[in-house]
Nanobody
Framework: QVQLVESGGGLVQAGGSLRLSCATS????????MGWYRQAPGKQRELVAT???????NYAYSVNGGFTISRDGAKNAMYLQMDSLKPDDTAVYSC?????????WGQGAQVTVSS
């Protein structure tokens, strides 16, 4: 089992920045990849960014260049640095972890970008 807890969401003006954190616990050694997803009201959940245990990253086209995903093994945490935020980035952001062929989820963090 892997437990994930997000923090760092909130309200920000367009053009501003936020950093989301995802604290991990449990069977951390079995995690092969982690990622951030988001779901805006009335829309399907979409993948934002992923990072493997080897540090390889991948981004959705819509956030490429504005968001940065990273991990800190010493702190058992993953981050999403979000810069140049737009109102379209408003959503609930959730972190996920792939471990032993199972996908684990955090509870989600609200990010609201005002125009």
């Amino acid at each position: 089992q892997v437990q994930l807890v997000e923090s760092g969401g909130g309200l920000v003006q367009a053009g501003g920045s936020l950093r989301l954190s995802c604290a991990t616990s449990g069977s951390i050694f079995s995690i092969s990849a982690m990622g951030w997803y988001r779901q805006a009201p009335g829309k399907q959940r979409e993948l934002v960014a992923t990072i493997t245990s080897g540090g390889n990253t991948n981004y959705a086209y819509s956030v490429n260049g504005g968001f940065t995903i990273s991990r800190d093994g010493a702190k058992n945490a993953m981050y999403l640095q979000m810069d140049s935020l737009k109102p379209d980035d408003t959503a609930v952001y959730s972190c996920s972890a792939l471990a032993d062929s199972r996908l684990f989820w955090g509870q989600g963090a609200q990010v609201t970008v005002s125009s």
